[in-house]
């Protein structure tokens, strides 16, 4: 099955010595509300293979996916056969799907993993203190934000409780990771960029945040940039380039050759 087509864009050389993704895969219990999608498309049968493709593609040490439903029957497996090693928290209440980070052991050990719940919410983040092999400590931070536009308060409530929580990490080379549900121009991308986080497709690109990270028709289109990878105490070498809205078609997303309405985003990082 062919996919859209992805390429690398280099920022500066050098040899990396972290790759790490970033994609909210839409769960199958979600895969809905497509009006122009083709019905094969939203099919989880169909959809598997092509997520397993995009990610192997990849090449990344490390995986932060969102919209995780079927993580012990499929996700985990799949890619333990890729030679990853994976941490999951499901979200609360009617959900069946959470947030995994996937990682290859060769590359980072895993030395906890909390899941931590926002106030007053059902959402949470993963907070994993990591080593970067051989000896270099990193913290990872993974969320995913409460969806709808009507929403900003909340999800400016949920960024300043995770930040404040990786105030004590300062000293440490840090990602945050995420679908954030935030545009660039909102009050949560201001808050984590006053926090002294970079967006690394922001720096790589130079012009600012991507045209879209999700593109996809409901009653109207709906294009925007939602996802992001923050870092403190990196340098980016490269990103992944995204596909156009030419390429993508009048259906949007999800398609025959996308399994997502999100794009995974991809960087390759060393240490600054």
């Known amino acids: 099955m062919a996919l859209l087509p992805r390429h690398m864009i280099a920022v500066q050389t050098g040899e990396p010595v972290l790759k790490v993704l970033q994609w909210n895969t839409l769960a199958d219990q979600l895969a809905t509300d497509f009006p122009r999608a083709n019905v094969e498309a939203l099919q989880w049968e169909q959809r598997q293979g092509l997520l397993i493709a995009e990610l192997e593609s ?7 996916l969102e ?4 993580y012990e029957d499929w996700f985990l497996p799949s890619l333990q056969r890729l030679g990853y090693e994976g941490r999951f928290q499901r979200k609360a209440g009617w959900h069946r799907d959470g947030t995994a980070v996937f990682y290859r052991p060769d590359k980072v050990r895993v030395d906890t993993c909390e899941a931590v719940i926002y106030p007053e919410q059902s959402q949470f983040f993963l907070l994993l203190q990591c080593v970067l092999l051989p000896a270099t400590p990193f913290v990872l931070a993974a969320t995913h934000l409460k969806a709808k536009a009507a929403f900003e308060d909340c999800r400016v409530a949920e960024i300043q409780h995770l930040l404040t ?6 000293a440490l080379p840090m990602l945050l990771v995420g679908d954030f549900n935030s545009i660039p121009t909102g009050q949560v991308y201001a808050a984590v960029s006053a926090s002294g986080l970079r967006s690394v497709y922001c720096d790589a ?3 600012g945040e991507p045209e879209f990270t999700s593109l996809k028709y409901r009653d109207k289109l709906q294009c925007y940039t939602i996802d992001y990878i923050w870092q403190r105490g990196w340098k980016t070498l490269a990103v992944w380039s995204l596909p156009t809205e030419e390429e993508i078609g009048h259906q949007g997303l999800p398609c025959t050759a996308y399994p997502s ?6 960087c390759h990082l060393s240490l600054a």
């Open 205 to 207: 690109l130079r012009v």
């Open 261 to 266: 309405d999100h794009l995974a985003l991809l």
């Open 67 to 70: 919209e995780v439903d079927h």
């Open 165 to 170: 929580s990786l105030q004590s990490f300062a």
């Open 58 to 64: 990849s090449e990344a040490d490390l995986l932060v």
